[in-house]
C-alpha cells in the first residue's frame, strides 16, 4: 500500500529511406577516385555490388521504463517519486530530407574556390556541369582533375547513423503541510545523444595546412565543390535542473503556485542555425568541435513564476454581504497575477567578414578577457566589453566559445481583476 512500481521497456526502429529503384547514392571517403587520384568516390545503391540502403539500420534501440511511487514509512503527508526512461527521436527530427539523389537529377553546384576571390563561372560560357545527358554511374561521377573547377557538390547519409536517444531522470519529495499547502523538490535531467544535426561539410581544408591563399586544391576532395553530411547524428545536450515549488489548491477564495527552476543546459547541436560558425550554427571548425559545445540559446539558468487567485469576501454568501443591490455592483470580484522572473538568453558575438577560405558563414570573434559587463555599467549601447573582442587573423578561427554572453532578462507582472455575475434565475 506504500509503494507503486511500474517496470516496462519498449523496442523500437526506423528503416532507413529507401527508394523502390535505388535512386539514391551515398560516397567512399577512403577509396581513390580514378580522375583526380584522390579520396573520395561517389557509390550509387545497388550498383557494382554497393548495398542498396543509404545507411545502417539500428536494431539496438531498446528503451526501458522505470517508475515508482513511494510513502517512506508509511507516512500519510510524504511521498517520492522517481523515475527513468529512455527515449529515441526521430532519424531525422527537423524532417525527412529528399537529398542524396546525385545521378538521378539534373542539377549543378558551382562555388568560388575562395569564397569569391576567383570568379567560378561566366556566364558567356554557359552553366558548367549542366548536362542534360544521362551520366554514367560509375567512381568517376562529378569528379575533375586537381586543378580544375568542380562542380558537383556530393551529400550522403553516414553509413552507420544511428537513432538520437534521450535518458531522461528524476528525483522528487513532496509533502503536504498545514492548510492545504503542497511542497515539493526535486531533480530532474535529460541528457541526449546522436542527435541529428545542421548538414555539415566535410571538405574543409585541415588547419594545419590552411592560408590566406589556401584554394580548391587543398580542400580532402578537391575534385568535388563539397561534400556533406545530411543530418549527421553527432548532437550532444545535456539539461540538468533543480525545481522547487509550492502550491495551496483553491479554498476559501483563494489559491498560489510558486516555482522556482535552476538549471544548466549545454549542447552542441542545431537550434535552427544553418551555416557553419554563424549565430545559432552548429559548427566552426570541422575538426576541433570541443569550441560547438557550450550554453544552449534557451539555456534560462533562473526562473521563477508566482500566480494565485483572491476572491473577496463581499457578496452574497461571503464574509460581508452588501445586499441583492449592493451585490451587483460590489460583489463577485476576485483579483489574479502572475510575475514572472528569468535569466536573459545566451548569444555568441560574430565578424562581420569571414577571412577563413575553408568555412561558409560568419566567424566567431576572438575574445581575449572576460566580456560580461557588471549589471550597473550595461547600457543598450554598451551591453558587453566590446573592447573585448578583434576579427580573427586571416586562415584563422575565432577562439571564442559558444554563447559566452547574455542577454537581458525577463520581470513580466500581469494583473487580472474579474467579477462573476449571476443570469436571472439562476
Known sequence: PDLTLNVGVRWETDSPI?????????????????????????????????????????????????????????????????????FFAHPFDGGAPTAA?????????????????????????GVPGLNPTKPVLNDSFGAVKVGVNPNTAVTFFEPGRRTGYSLQYNLAIQRNMKGG?????????????????????????????????????????????????????LGVSNYHAMMLRTEKRF????????????????????????????EGGTYSNLYNRRMDYGPSENDIPHRLTLSGVYELPVGKGRAFDPG?????????????????????????????????????GALRADVSKNPNLAAGERTLARWFDTSAFSQPVAAKFGNQGVNILRG???????FSAMKGLSLPGE
Open 181 to 233: 499547502v503542497l511542497v515539493e523538490g526535486s531533480y530532474l535531467a535529460n541528457l541526449s545523444r546522436r542527435l541529428a544535426s545542421s548538414n555539415m561539410s566535410i571538405n574543409q581544408v585541415r588547419p594545419e595546412i590552411l592560408t590566406a591563399a589556401s584554394t580548391q586544391k587543398d580542400r580532402p576532395y578537391p575534385q568535388f565543390t563539397n561534400v556533406t553530411l545530411n543530418f549527421p547524428t
Open 101 to 125: 539523389s546525385l545521378g538521378f537529377e539534373l542539377s549543378a553546384n558551382i562555388n568560388s574556390p575562395d569564397n569569391g576571390v576567383t570568379i567560378p563561372f561566366r556566364l558567356q560560357d
Open 408 to 414: 537581458d532578462g525577463l520581470v513580466n507582472f500581469d
Open 324 to 360: 441583492r443591490v449592493g451585490d451587483w455592483v460590489l460583489g463577485g470580484w476576485g483579483v489574479g497575477g502572475v510575475v514572472t522572473l528569468q535569466s536573459g538568453p545566451s548569444f555568441t558575438v560574430n565578424t562581420q567578414v569571414n577571412t577563413v577560405f575553408s568555412a561558409i
Open 251 to 278: 479554498s476559501n477564495g483563494f489559491n498560489f503556485l510558486a516555482s522556482y527552476t535552476w538549471s544548466k543546459f549545454l549542447n552542441n547541436t542545431n537550434e535552427g542555425g544553418a551555416v557553419l560558425g554563424g
Open 18 to 86: 529507401v527508394d523502390m529503384n535505388n535512386r539514391m547514392n551515398s560516397f567512399d571517403m577512403t577509396q581513390l577516385n580514378p580522375v583526380s587520384g584522390t579520396p573520395g568516390v561517389v557509390k550509387f545503391m545497388g550498383l557494382n555490388g554497393f548495398r542498396t540502403n543509404p545507411y545502417e539500420i539500428d536494431m539496438n534501440n531498446f528503451g526501458p521504463r522505470v517508475g515508482l511511487a513511494w510513502k517512506p514509512f508509511g507516512s500519510a503527508n510524504t511521498v517520492i517519486r522517481s523515475g527513468f526512461g529512455a
